[in-house]
């Protein structure tokens, strides 16, 4: 029996590794912004040199820093798969494949271990087309990595609860490759809390299930504590003003429930699918069984959304609702559906089963096609700085070839990074006369080179309000920016830069 659902899980998941290596075909893997520090953590730390980031701080004479913001599991996978042979983005590729292989095998497994073959199946196919999800697996990204581990945590929950050691060690690796992964740590502590026993036994459970996440987070604090500061991951303070913040959860919630069409169809799907989940749990009470897989996904679904939020409060207020932070939740949210509905769906009158099927197809036939847009668009074009336009940047081929030797300042330091093989500095923020002084002496100093993207491959930051008020001049102008180096022996502080 067990051989008879691990099969077609197989298989699914075999699909999907497949689509993964397509999807990053061609001009992909998506190179987003975040990418540069995951590669060049991952780069450094397979040439033996350690878990470094790009400094881009313009008063700093390294160009580099011990990596803190980012947690390590990821660029530390991809330090692994380049070892044993490739660069860092085709290790990075062959990373989102397995990953996606081993997602989808455990959801379908899982679901269907509890409501049936057919269930498993629907469940499978309808993580393999959710935008959200395959928007994540196109790119440079940890997210398709932590899913894969929240989905093997979800399963071990489930199917091992007498070995809390088991599913608190994947929540804490979870909680290493994106700091998300502490509500896996959570979601885990509270299940073997409310599991039978009695309160010493539950409490013993808790804490074995938390020991590994304690051991594994405590080391990499102490670390980044002591190489890069006490405030390098996070600086807690309270942040306010959510609603925009929840304004765009509901537009990314809305995008999933009704694929390519507006927030007011969202509305009436949200009420129509809950409406199913109640009449399901009243008519097949799934979840009177503490071991449902549905009580464990809504579980770890509610402690992720939890702790997305608190951390928009309290922790980082440009945290956004997207598709990005979305898609580890939208994944909990359907395998908890359609093990909810599944039960009872199989009882329900002829007409019902083909509506909610009917639906079922046209809900899967409209993210296909969302995906389909989103996947063609990747590979042709290139998501982020993996886009043609950066590729074949006038201004990066020029960097490539005569900038040899010397430092860099830019407003675009990805671009520089991910198509002139060159790390670089930001521009200061400020326009003090402090700043400005200082800023004019260090590029002095150290004979810089100032790198000016304009607006030709998307929205840059806007470098007028420094540069106007620097001793500059034009060394080269081209198509998508332009280079300017200092003036020797200026004493001027604006006005020298035309633009």
């Known amino acids: 029996m067990r051989m008879r659902r691990t099969l077609p899980a197989l298989a699914l998941g075999f699909v999907a590794f497949a689509g993964v290596l397509r999807i990053t075909s061609g001009l992909g893997p998506g190179l987003d912004p975040d990418s540069m520090s ?15 980031d790009v400094q881009r701080d ?12 980012w947690p390590p599991g990821y660029p530390v996978v991809i330090a692994g798969a380049e070892l044993v042979g490739g660069g860092a983005i085709q290790s990075a590729r062959i990373i ?41 697996h196109e790119n440079v990204l940890s997210e398709p990595l932590f899913i894969a581990l929240m989905a093997f945590t979800l399963a071990t929950m489930v199917r091992a ?20 992964g502490v509500s896996l740590i959570a979601g885990v502590v509270l299940w073997q809390l409310t599991r039978a026993g009695t309160l010493r036994q539950r409490i013993s459970r808790a804490v074995v299930a938390a020991l590994p996440a304690i051991v594994l987070q405590g080391a990499w604090v102490l670390r980044t504590m002591h190489r890069a500061g006490p405030s390098a ?18 537009r990314t919630t809305s995008a999933w429930l009704v694929p390519g069409m507006g927030e007011l169809w969202g509305i009436f799907v949200a009420a129509g699918v809950a409406v199913l989940v109640v009449i399901a749990l009243w008519e ?31 922790a980082d207020p440009g945290i956004p609702l997207d598709d990005r932070l979305m898609a580890p939740l939208l994944l909990l949210l359907e395998v908890a559906i359609v093990l909810i509905i599944a039960p009872a769906w199989t009882r329900w009158p002829a007409v019902a089963k083909g509506g909610v ?26 998501n982020d700085f993996a886009e043609d336009c950066w590729r074949n940047s006038p201004l990066t081929a020029w960097v ?31 326009t003090d006369a402090f700043t400005i002084r200082a800023f004019t002496g260090t590029l002095a100093r150290r004979g810089a080179l100032l790198i000016d993207f304009d607006e030709t491959c998307g929205t840059v930051n806007n470098s007028d309000s420094v540069l106007t008020h620097l001793p500059l001049r034009v060394v080269a102008s081209m198509p998508t920016g332009r280079v300017l180096e200092s003036i020797p022996d200026s004493g001027r502080l604006a006005g020298a830069v035309p633009r």
């Not at 303070?237 to 929840?246: A, K, R, V």
Request: net charge positive.
């Open 58 to 69: 313009w008063a700093s004479a390294d160009s580099t820093m011990p990596l803190a913001h």
């Open 233 to 250: 991951i996070r600086r807690i303070s309270l942040y306010g003003e959510i609603t925009s913040t929840l304004r765009e959860g509901w």
């Open 161 to 180: 609860p007498s070995r809390p050691i088991v599913s608190g060690a994947l929540a804490a690796i979870a909680s290493i490759v994106r700091y998300a």
């Open 38 to 52: 995951y590669l060049y953590a991952a780069t450094t730390f397979a040439h033996g040199a350690g878990l470094r």
């Open 357 to 382: 099927g009917l639906l079922v197809l046209l809900w899967w036939g409209a993210a296909i096609r969302v995906s389909a847009a989103s996947v063609e668009y990747a590979r042709q074009t290139g």
């Open 400 to 430: 490539r070839a005569n900038s040899a030797g010397r430092p860099l300042y830019t407003n675009v330091p990805e671009a520089l990074y991910f198509h002139s093989a060159r790390l670089s500095h930001e521009f200061p923020d400020e």
């Open 96 to 136: 989102q494949a397995i990953a996606a292989l081993v997602t989808i095998a455990i959801v379908v497994g899982l679901v269907a271990s509890a409501a049936g073959m057919g269930a498993g199946l629907v469940a499978g196919l309808l993580v393999m087309v959710t935008p959200a999800v395959v928007q994540v």
């Open 284 to 314: 097949s009470r799934p979840l009177r069984a503490r071991q449902n897989p549905a009580i464990a996904a809504a579980l770890l679904a509610a402690c992720y959304l939890g702790l997305v939020l608190a951390s928009r409060l309290g």
